[in-house]
Antibody, heavy 120, light 110 residues
Framework: QVQLQESGPGLVKPSQTLSLTCTVSGGSISSGDYYWSWIRQAPGQGLEWIGYISNSGRTFYNPSLLSRVTISKDTSKNQFSLQLTSVTAADTAVYYC????????????WGQGTLVAVSS | QSALTQPASVSGSPGQSITISCTGTGTDVGGYNYVSWYQQHPGNAPKLIIYNVSSRPSGVSNRFSGSKSDNTASLTISGLQAGDEGDYYCSSYTSVRTLVFGGGTKLTVL
């Protein structure tokens, strides 16, 4: 079955760019009618949807993060990535990558998540 | 887009049934049958347990059921078990083509 694994720095300085990669195994990010998504969870808080990239490369982002976020993919490596610019302490969170079944059928499966702290 | 409203906590005894509500507006929960529910155990990633308001993914127990009335969706867990303890989140598609989550509900099995 499809599995996802996040990777990237666990500490980012304020005003810098947060960059994470999600490696997908057990299935191709180029096949199927899925969206490949990022979701985050601040410590002790709820979930926030960040955005997705589709198998055709179309992206869609949470309007609250639109000016700072970019999601891209590398099909040769079966990976997709998140970049979040101009980070502040408010961006400290566990970041999850996941497969989204369009807009209607939920998000499943999820990666295990990776904690990114924003601190000098 | 504001987060959907869930109770902060609910509790029940083993064998009982509990219901968690998820209230939105006509531009999200009330406007579409695209509500999902997730279960999250401490330190783990969320797991999809309900999609399209009331559908269960393969392998999810039929003790979990979902429904919706107007702007409020509900998750019911019957025959409560100790392993059901954790956090539960609802989510909905919205009219501005995003997904919005609820604030989460902590379920305690007494």
């Amino acid at each position: 079955q499809v599995q996802l694994q996040e990777s990237g720095p666990g500490l980012v300085k304020p005003s810098q760019t947060l960059s994470l990669t999600c490696t997908v195994s057990g299935g191709s990010i180029s096949s199927g009618d899925y969206y490949w998504s990022w979701i985050r969870q601040a410590p002790g808080q709820g979930l926030e949807w960040i955005g997705y990239i589709s198998n055709s490369g179309r992206t869609f982002y949470n309007p609250s993060l639109l000016s700072r976020v970019t999601i891209s993919k590398d099909t040769s490596k079966n990976q997709f990535s998140l970049q979040l610019t101009s980070v502040t302490a408010a961006d400290t969170a566990v970041y999850y990558c996941a497969r989204q079944w369009g807009w209607t059928k939920g998000i499943d499966p999820w990666g295990q998540g990776t904690l990114v702290a924003v601190s000098s | 887009q504001s987060a959907l409203t869930q109770p902060a906590s609910v509790s029940g005894s083993p064998g009982q049934s509990i219901t968690i509500s998820c209230t939105g507006t006509g531009t999200d929960v009330g406007g579409y049958n695209y509500v999902s529910w997730y279960q999250q155990h401490p330190g783990n990633a969320p797991k999809l347990i309900i999609y399209n308001v009331s559908s269960r993914p393969s392998g999810v127990s039929n003790r979990f059921s979902g429904s919706k009335s107007d702007n409020t969706a509900s998750l019911t867990i019957s025959g409560l078990q100790a392993g059901d303890e954790g956090d539960y989140y609802c989510s909905s598609y919205t009219s501005v083509r995003t997904l919005v989550f609820g604030g989460g509900t902590k379920l305690t099995v007494l």
